[in-house]
């Protein structure tokens, strides 16, 4: 594991800036792993995260369930239906990021829908994730115009707050979210849901080109993207590669078997390996 040390709350921000950082400055991209916190089960999320880091990942993206996950794909759906099923709450996720931070300091993004975090209460939500540990949030469907009430509450606990730019924003949409990102922004490559995906589309190194314009923050690449040669040819453009999907198929297929892990950690070697 990179590092032991137990890192508070008030070193978040530089863990999240300090992984890319220290990436440029050794000429590699950040290799972004989403899972879905419970699915199967909490222990089993916490075995997952520790080996995911031992094979390469950089940053984990921490998927909180929830029962309409309008902007997923059917199989990070059913991991979410899998996590609610097993009582899987948004306090649970937070004590299990409390426990990721006792043994390392990969940085955790917590991502979801606002639906749980306005209920759970936006104060109480920024506090909570802070004194876990956590670096970050990206909320889906939570545009920079609506943001404003939770990312002050975060900006109080120096958590980022992460937008979205999809394959429809117009350049008046890229300046907003640039101007209000934190963290990194994440570049949707598909229009749709979450899901694997054969092909990348051609104008993704465009749309990066574009998003650089307005801003200095790493841009990110996600959806879709589920071999070694795809997060290699999105490695080439981006600052990140985010994978998801891929990666929960892997679960889905193997719940209660023992090399679960080791499965997982060797597919997520060899998308490290692929980014170069």
Request: positive net charge; glycine residues 12%; hydrophobic residues 40%.
């Amino acid at each position: 594991m990179k590092d032991t040390r137990r890192l508070s709350a008030s070193s978040s921000r530089s863990r999240l800036e300090g992984v890319f950082r220290g990436l440029q400055e050794r000429g590699e991209k950040a290799l972004i792993t989403f899972i879905t916190a419970g699915d199967p089960d909490m222990g089993t999320t916490k075995r997952i995260i520790f080996e995911l880091e031992r094979s390469g990942a950089d940053i984990i993206e921490l998927g909180m369930p929830f029962s309409d996950p309008m902007a997923d794909g059917p199989t990070i759906q059913a991991s979410s239906e899998r996590a609610l099923k097993g009582g899987a709450t948004v306090k649970d996720v937070l004590r299990l990021v409390r426990e990721i931070r006792g043994k390392s300091s990969i940085p955790v993004v917590l991502f979801g829908y606002y639906n749980p975090v306005f209920v759970y209460g936006l104060e109480r939500f920024a506090r909570d994730a802070a004194d876990a540990g956590a670096d970050g949030v990206l909320v889906v469907d939570l545009p920079p115009e609506e943001a404003g009430g939770l990312k002050r509450e975060l900006q109080r606990k120096a958590l980022d707050l992460i937008y979205l730019v999809t394959p429809t924003s117009n350049t008046g949409r890229m300046r907003l979210v640039a101007s209000k990102a934190s963290g990194f922004i994440y570049y949707v490559s598909v229009a749709g849901v979450t899901g694997a995906r054969k092909t990348l589309a051609d104008r993704i190194p465009a749309e990066i080109r574009k998003i650089r314009k307005f801003t200095g923050l790493p841009v990110c690449v996600g959806f879709g993207i589920s071999t070694p040669a795809q997060a290699r040819r999105a490695a080439a453009c981006a600052d990140g590669v985010v994978v998801g999907s891929a990666i929960i198929d892997i679960i889905a297929r193997n719940i209660g078997a023992k090399d679960l892990a080791a499965r997982m950690g060797r597919f997520v070697s060899g998308l490290k390996k692929g980014m170069g």
